[in-house]
T-cell receptor, first 111, second 115 residues
Framework: RKEVEQDPGPFNVPEGATVAFNCTYSNSASQSFFWYRQDCRKEPKLLMS???SGNEDGRFTAQLNRASQYISLLIRDSKLSDSATYLCVLHFSGGYNKLIFGAGTRLAVHP | EAGVTQFPSHSVIEKGQTVTLRCDPISGHDNLYWYRRVMGKEIKFLLH????????ESGMPNNRFLAERTGGTYSTLKVQPAELEDSGVYFCASSLEMRESTEAFFGQGTRLTVV
């Protein structure tokens, strides 16, 4: 079983739509969670951290449910520029310092 | 300020040859990481340097891969001899601290194709 599972998509949505991505993880020792964004043939870039209380950054809302080992990302009022692959990422704890990536969910926003 | 830079951006080599990838982290970042993404798979951790020391090399696939960071500045990742399954995108990242909340900044990657 993969440590981080994501629906690969693609999610094809019109501009202005609301879209939600989900991610599940298997390692209950994971302490920190992130959403990264990766444009085609570019490097991953941190979009936002994810906290248990939920956090919002403009049109983006992230949520963490530790009991269900589930992370979500909600994008409101989608823009064409939101088209990218969204990576669910865990920071592996236990004395090490490495990121565990999901395979990513592809989003395509069309006019 | 310059970000993480990687060289070359692309490399095509024949099976059995040697390739060396280079990463220059952000100035002042003691932590340097190598990751790779093989086609169709997720990005996977290879190893982590703190300054010139290997902190964690649990993700290195086998002894054909050798990473160095002499002097604690730039790092190299050598693959010798290269095999077909080594094809993929190799990312380098750096961070200022080791804390979980510290952001890691990624380079644009080296796309390696072994033919």
């Amino acid at each position: 079983r993969k440590e981080v599972e994501q629906d690969p998509g693609p999610f094809n949505v019109p501009e202005g739509a609301t879209v939600a991505f989900n991610c599940t993880y298997s390692n209950s020792a994971s302490q920190s969670f992130f959403w990264y964004r990766q444009d085609c043939r570019k490097e991953p870039k941190l979009l936002m951290s994810v906290y248990s209380s939920g956090n919002e950054d403009g049109r983006f809302t992230a949520q963490l449910n530790r009991a269900s080992q589930y992370i979500s990302l909600l994008i409101r009022d989608s823009k064409l520029s939101d088209s990218a692959t969204y990576l669910c990422v865990l920071h592996f704890s236990g004395g090490y310092n490495k990121l565990i990536f999901g395979a990513g969910t592809r989003l395509a926003v069309h006019p | 300020e310059a970000g993480v830079t990687q060289f070359p951006s692309h490399s095509v080599i024949e099976k059995g040859q040697t390739v060396t990838l280079r990463c220059d982290p952000i100035s002042g970042h003691d932590n340097l990481y190598w990751y790779r993404r093989v086609m169709g798979k997720e990005i996977k951790f290879l190893l982590h340097f703190v300054k010139e020391s290997k902190q964690d090399e649990s993700g290195m696939p086998n002894n054909r891969f050798l990473a160095e960071r002499t002097g604690g500045t730039y790092s190299t990742l050598k693959v010798q001899p290269a095999e077909l399954e080594d094809s993929g995108v190799y990312f380098c990242a750096s961070s200022l601290e080791m804390r979980e909340s510290t952001e890691a900044f990624f380079g644009q990657g080296t796309r390696l194709t072994v033919v």
